[in-house]
Every structure is written in structure tokens, then in C-alpha cells.
């Protein structure tokens, strides 16, 4: 018997070993480490994402698969890798300042981080079902037990457990839904070759195709916070370390949608009516619901959550478009997305203070007076969350209905553009309490570190440049959506 090994090159996979080696070795020296010596970390988790960065833009451009078939080698995936690096990157400068204001020096933290960016990156390159079940389990269980780091805070176990509950819940709908297709395709789960098998097989498994999207779409539909699968969001989102919080927003979105997005765009073009109506639909409730709740929030932490929800329902109108401007604005939006949104929790992260004393919307009456450089950067964030030229937002969101109007979706553009509207209510009145309300809380002086300060930096001026100039970044998308033939 001839046992044939597949030929494959560790090159390809070059940013997942690089991170997952920087974790181990993290792992190992807070092991070995004397108490108190441990503020490497954030530097070795930095030069590891640099690294990892590097080898992902040195694999742009390459096309193809790799390990038999398993790992895509598209710029989708690499472009996906760069917004989740970012992402990370991001997170790690914002955490230092935020875990020694509750006095954490946890080495498995920045390990962690780490792990969960490899399962992301997993996620957007799987060419194969069980493959991006693998790295949807590596980047949750990661989070799991960073949503509960605090262990001596009830709201970080709430957070947890709860996202452990329904998450494992929503991957069992994924796998349940893998399971049906495997057997209506007669034992196949490469995605790139998913649609064809679907339509040999289409006369006499059609039931049993749709039932296992029907499952795919819940199980995702979790993943992305989109309405009804929502009802975590606000309470995980409320309880997590700020930081984790930002890092979930902005990096298991990303993940998520990257997945989502290419089995609907290589997978089901025979099943097209069907999930865009009901996309059509999640799509309106999720940024409805999200926006109105919103008004209502008090808690800085749970207004953004549900401004997430909003958002991830802007995505879905890209995803129910199904053309190239819809796929080019779905990465477009979640780069500006990753931006605007850590930015933000990174104001919310020096407002709050040790342990997150001051997390009450109207804490933020008179910042601009009290410290006005930090205001300015919220409004920025704000503005663009909102939609408001010449940001991010506004671009992202303009591309996105745009492509449902290309697509003929005239009313959910129309809708859309009505809810954006509403957010700009919750958002700008941040802004209105910071500049236009005597201040209710005494925040005293803020310690700027070095690592927030640059993270502030890099979002603003980050999130107002990839509004000003957003050409380079949407050729960028547009190289990476031409793997889909049937856009």
C-alpha cells in the first residue's frame, strides 16, 4: 500500500506560525519569568504582528491552494489578514495602560490575543468546511477566556459564560449545517467546489441543501451579532475587559464575515433567491433594532454594542447585494470599521479609569474642556460611526448602498440610509455632552501612555485618511474579490 503525502510549502501559512510560535514562547517565558519581569510582552506580541504582516503582504498577489487543497491562497484572505493583524495590533497598544489600571501582568493575555488572531486568519483562508470549523473554535475558545480574564469581577464571568452558552450553541448550528451538506453533496465540504457539487446533485437533495444553509446562516448569524441571534452582544460586550471588548468587535466580525462571505459568494449561486431574501430581512432587522435600542443606553460599553449590532447589519446589506462593489465593500467598511471602533474603546478605556469607574455616557459631560485632544479624538470616532463626510464611515456606508442600488435593492438602500440617520442621534450626542454640558464627573489628570497614545493616533488619523483617500484601499479590495466569478 503507497501512501502518497501532499506537497506543501510552510511559506504559505507563514503569518499562522509566526504568531502561533510568538504565543508559545510568550507561554513559556511568563512561565519562566520572575514576578514583575514581565513587560515584554506587548513589545514581543508587536514585532511578532509586524512580522506577520511583512509575510503577508510578501504573499499578495499569489492565487491558488495549498496542504491538499485545504488553504486558499487569494488576496480575499490575505486582505482579511491584514485587517484582523491590524486589528490585533491595535488591541495590544490600547491593553498595557487598561491591565495595569486593574493591576493585571498576565503574560497568557497577550498568548491569547495571539491564538485568536491565528484562528481568525484560519477562518478567511479555509477552503474546507472542518477547516474553518477548526479556526472558528481556536479564535472562540481564545476569547472565551479572555472575556472572563477577571476572574474576581462578576461581570467578566458573566460575560464568559454567556458567550461560552451561546457560543457553543451557534457552533453546533454550523457544524449541524456542515453535516447536511456533506451529505447532500455526496461527502464533499471544499468550498471551492461546493457549488458545483450542489447543482449535480440539486434534483434530489435540494431539501437537504437548503436545511444545511438554513443552519449555516443561523450558526453565522450568531457570529456576527445580527438580529435575532443578537442577544449576547450587549451583556458580553458589557462585562468583558474593555479591551477584549474592542478586540471582539472588530477582529471576530472581521473573521466572521470573511467566512460568511465566501461560502454565499463561491458556494450557494444556485440558491441566490433564497438566502438573499432572508438576508434581506436579517439585514433590516439587525440594523433596526440595533440603532433603536441604542438610543437607549446609558452605559458607554453597551451603546457600542449595540452600535455593532447596526453595523453588522450595514454588512449584511453588502452580502445581499452579491455584486463586486458589495464584496469590495464589505473589506472596505471592515477596515474603516476596525479604525473607528478600537479608537473609540480606547477613549472609553482612558475615560473609565482604574477598574472602569466612569463608563456612564453623561461621565463624558465637559471632556472637551477638561481634556480637549481626547475629545477631539472621540468626536472623530463618532463622526465616523455615524456616517458624517469626509470619514471612513460615510465612505463605507456610501459603497455599501450603493452596491445594493447596483443590485436593484432600492428600498434596503433606502432603509439603510433611514437608520444611519437614527445613529446619528446616539452618536453626536456623545459629542453634544462633551462640548455643550458642564461636566458631571471630576476625571482629574489622564496618563497618556505611549501605546494608547499611538493606537489614538494611528485610528484617527487613520480613520480620516482612509475617508479623504480611500482609492488605493478600494483597488485593494477590488484585486481581492476577483476570485469570485459569479460577482
Not at 447532500?184 to 458545483?196: H, P, Q, R, V
Not at 449595540?306 to 453588502?318: E, F, N, P, R, W
Amino acid at each position: 500500500m503507497t501512501i502518497a503525502i501532499p506537497t506543501f510549502n510552510l511559506s504559505s501559512i507563514g503569518p499562522w506560525l509566526t504568531l502561533t510560535v510568538a504565543a508559545i514562547l510568550i507561554l513559556l517565558l511568563d512561565a519562566l519569568s520572575p514576578k514583575g519581569r514581565k513587560a515584554y510582552f506587548p513589545q514581543l506580541s508587536l514585532i511578532a504582528l509586524a512580522v506577520a504582516a511583512l509575510q503577508t503582504w510578501w504573499l499578495w498577489g499569489q492565487s491558488g491552494t495549498d496542504f491538499a487543497r485545504m488553504v486558499f491562497l487569494d488576496n480575499f484572505a490575505f486582505y482579511f489578514y491584514l485587517i484582523v493583524i491590524l486589528g490585533t495590533t491595535l488591541t495590544v497598544l490600547i491593553s498595557r495602560h487598561y491591565l495595569e489600571e486593574w493591576g493585571k501582568n498576565l503574560g497568557e493575555y497577550y498568548a491569547l490575543l495571539l491564538f485568536a488572531t491565528v484562528g481568525m486568519m484560519l477562518m478567511a483562508a479555509s477552503n474546507h468546511l472542518i477547516m474553518l470549523f477548526l479556526g472558528l473554535e481556536i479564535m472562540s475558545i481564545a476569547i472565551y477566556v479572555l472575556a472572563g480574564l477577571f476572574r474576581e469581577d462578576a461581570r467578566s464571568n458573566e460575560a464568559a459564560l454567556k458567550y461560552l452558552v451561546l457560543g457553543a450553541f451557534s457552533s453546533a448550528f454550523l457544524l449541524f449545517g456542515m453535516a447536511f451538506l456533506y451529505g447532500a453533496t455526496g461527502g464533499n465540504l471544499f468550498i471551492g467546489e461546493l457549488a458545483g457539487k450542489i447543482k449535480e446533485a440539486l434534483p434530489l437533495t435540494k431539501p437537504l441543501t437548503l436545511l444545511g444553509l438554513a443552519l449555516l446562516l443561523v450558526g453565522f448569524g450568531f457570529k456576527v451579532a445580527s438580529v435575532p441571534f443578537h442577544m449576547w452582544t450587549p451583556d458580553v460586550y458589557e462585562g468583558a475587559p474593555t479591551s477584549i471588548t474592542a478586540f471582539m468587535s472588530v477582529g471576530v466580525k472581521a473573521a466572521a464575515f470573511a467566512a460568511f462571505a465566501r461560502i454565499m459568494f463561491a458556494a450557494f449561486p444556485a440558491f441566490v433567491l433564497e438566502w438573499h431574501m432572508l438576508l434581506w430581512v436579517l439585514a433590516v432587522a439587525t440594523m433596526t433594532i440595533g440603532n433603536v435600542v441604542a438610543i437607549a443606553q446609558t452605559n458607554i460599553k453597551r451603546m457600542l454594542a449595540y452600535s455593532s449590532i447596526a453595523h453588522a447589519g450595514y454588512l449584511l446589506v453588502a452580502l445581499v447585494a452579491a455584486n463586486q462593489l458589495g464584496a469590495v465593500s464589505i473589506i472596505y467598511y471592515l477596515l474603516a470599521y476596525t479604525l473607528m471602533n478600537v479608537g473609540a474603546f480606547g477613549v472609553v478605556i482612558l475615560v473609565g479609569r482604574k477598574k472602569d469607574s466612569y463608563l456612564n455616557i453623561y461621565d463624558y459631560a465637559g471632556l472637551g474642556f477638561q481634556h480637549p485632544v481626547l475629545a477631539a479624538a472621540m468626536s472623530v470616532f463618532m463622526f465616523a460611526l455615524a456616517g458624517i463626510p469626509p470619514t471612513a464611515g460615510f465612505v463605507g456606508k456610501f459603497y455599501i448602498f450603493s452596491a445594493a442600488v447596483q443590485a436593484g435593492y432600492i428600498w434596503l438602500a433606502i432603509i439603510g440610509v433611514m437608520n444611519s440617520l437614527v445613529s446619528v442621534f446616539y452618536y453626536l450626542r456623545i459629542t453634544v455632552l462633551m462640548y455643550m454640558r458642564p461636566a458631571e464627573a471630576d476625571l482629574g489628570p489622564i496618563a497618556f501612555t505611549p501605546g494608547l497614545v499611538a493606537a489614538l493616533i494611528i485610528t484617527c488619523a487613520g480613520t480620516i485618511l482612509v475617508g479623504v483617500f480611500p482609492g488605493w484601499f478600494y483597488d485593494l479590495a477590488v484585486a481581492s474579490v476577483k476570485i469570485f466569478p459569479a460577482l
